[in-house]
């Protein structure tokens, strides 16, 4: 006879927490890192099409994206990745990271530990308009760093002297 532990839930469409960060962009929060002893936090983000993304990293939790709908294209450190439904990018800790989206989409993003669900809703808390103080304290108390200065935007870090793994499914 096993040890089953603490029972488990399951969190349906629409059950998590709504977060509005502007735009045409939203994202649902489906585990909260205080539900969890800080394990890991879990968000469906959906979004219209995104052309820039500023690269950024967080210095206190990696993240997995796993495409849900749409096609992407990824940028973790020096790689670049593009690929659509089923396709997993693996950010580790510390990382300068971004992506964008030509058709929009849906991801899950899932951090160990738990953080980035939690910046999303400390964010919401700030209003449609937070300040450039309240983002720096949020990014601060987050440990999140935005590109070394003079660092190329993204536009010019996707670039076409640059390979690109295109990830398909295996069949």
Known sequence: MGNWGTDGWAVAPGGGVRVDPGGKHWLEVMVQGKDVDGALGAFVFTHDVITENPPHAHHGFMKIVYVLEGHYDFRVGD???CGG???MVVVPKGSQHT???STGGRALF???PAGNE???LDMSLLGPHPTAEQLADLN????TTGPESGEASWRQMHG???PTVTVSAVR
């Not at 601060?140 to 440990?143: I, L, Q, Y």
Request: proline share 5%; aromatic share 18%; with cysteine.
């Open 99 to 101: 992506f964008t989206t």
């Open 118 to 120: 939690e910046l999303f």
């Open 85 to 87: 439904p089923g396709t």
């Open 160 to 162: 076409e002297d640059q």
């Open 110 to 112: 899932v951090c160990s």
């Open 140 to 143: 601060a108390r987050f440990h």
């Open 79 to 81: 790689a670049t990745f």
